[in-house]
């Protein structure tokens, strides 16, 4: 497998946006028989999205929300889906959603990075970029267990300030610009 099928980016637009839920309503509607409400909360209006495509189709996604400010700044990974019969065959899909959530993170110079993880393979992953379990007790819901994560970012060096012709652009635009030149 070849990491280079698989590439992500912002949802810039509401076609885009669409295919995104169609992807979660696949995932978490169909296969894991959550309901449309719980799935659609409201959240999607205040968050980022990526858009996962393997071999040019879009086939992930998952939500980015900030909420906090305070303390290096907190955000939530969540929402993160990858069509069946991709995840099953392209490892590479869920990493590529992480590496740029984690990029998000940083050129938003954001320290605290909060999740849950339902399906223990996702946990080793977590694991892998430095998540941990908190130690909180697991949330139930809906026949669901689901165990907090937390993964904190180390900065070595001071984050690299955005110019003010970046600041003004929109954050995909700027996120796209920023992810080719690493």
Same mark, same amino acid.
């Given at each position: 497998? =070849?990491?280079?099928?698989?590439?992500?980016?912002?949802? !810039?637009?509401?076609?885009? +946006?669409?295919?995104a839920?169609?992807i979660?309503? =696949?995932v978490?509607?169909?296969?894991g @028989?959550?309901? @449309?409400d719980? @799935?659609?909360?409201?959240n999607?209006?205040?968050?980022?999205?990526?858009?996962?495509?393997? !071999?040019?189709?879009p086939?992930?996604?998952?939500?980015?929300?900030?909420?906090?400010?305070?303390?290096? %700044?907190?955000?939530?990974?969540?929402?993160?889906?990858?069509?069946?019969?991709?995840? *099953?065959?392209?490892?590479?899909?869920?990493?590529?959603?992480?590496?740029?959530?984690?990029?998000?993170?940083?050129? +938003?110079?954001? !320290?605290?990075?909060?999740?849950?993880?339902?399906?223990?393979k996702?946990?080793r992953?977590?694991?892998?970029? %430095?998540?941990?379990e908190?130690?909180?007790?697991?949330l139930?819901?809906?026949?669901?267990?689901y165990?907090?994560?937390?993964?904190?970012? =180390?900065?070595?060096?001071?984050?690299? *300030?955005?110019?003010l012709?970046?600041?003004?652009?929109?954050?995909? *635009?700027?996120?796209?610009?920023?992810? !080719?030149?690493?």
């Amino acid at each position: 497998m =070849q990491t280079s099928e698989t590439s992500v980016s912002m949802i !810039k637009d509401l076609s885009e +946006m669409q295919i995104a839920h169609d992807i979660r309503r =696949q995932v978490f509607v169909i296969e894991g @028989e959550e309901s @449309e409400d719980v @799935e659609f909360d409201g959240n999607d209006f205040c968050a980022a999205h990526l858009l996962a495509y393997w !071999k040019g189709e879009p086939v992930g996604t998952m939500r980015l929300r900030i909420v906090s400010g305070s303390e290096g %700044g907190t955000i939530i990974w969540e929402r993160m889906a990858i069509l069946k019969d991709a995840r *099953e065959r392209n490892p590479w899909i869920f990493r590529a959603l992480m590496n740029s959530a984690r990029h998000y993170t940083d050129i +938003m110079g954001l !320290k605290n990075v909060i999740g849950i993880v339902e399906n223990p393979k996702l946990m080793r992953f977590w694991q892998i970029y %430095g998540g941990k379990e908190t130690g909180e007790e697991p949330l139930e819901f809906r026949g669901h267990t689901y165990r907090p994560i937390r993964l904190t970012i =180390q900065r070595d060096e001071p984050q690299e *300030e955005l110019t003010l012709r970046q600041a003004i652009m929109a954050v995909p *635009e700027v996120f796209d610009e920023t992810r !080719k030149n690493t």
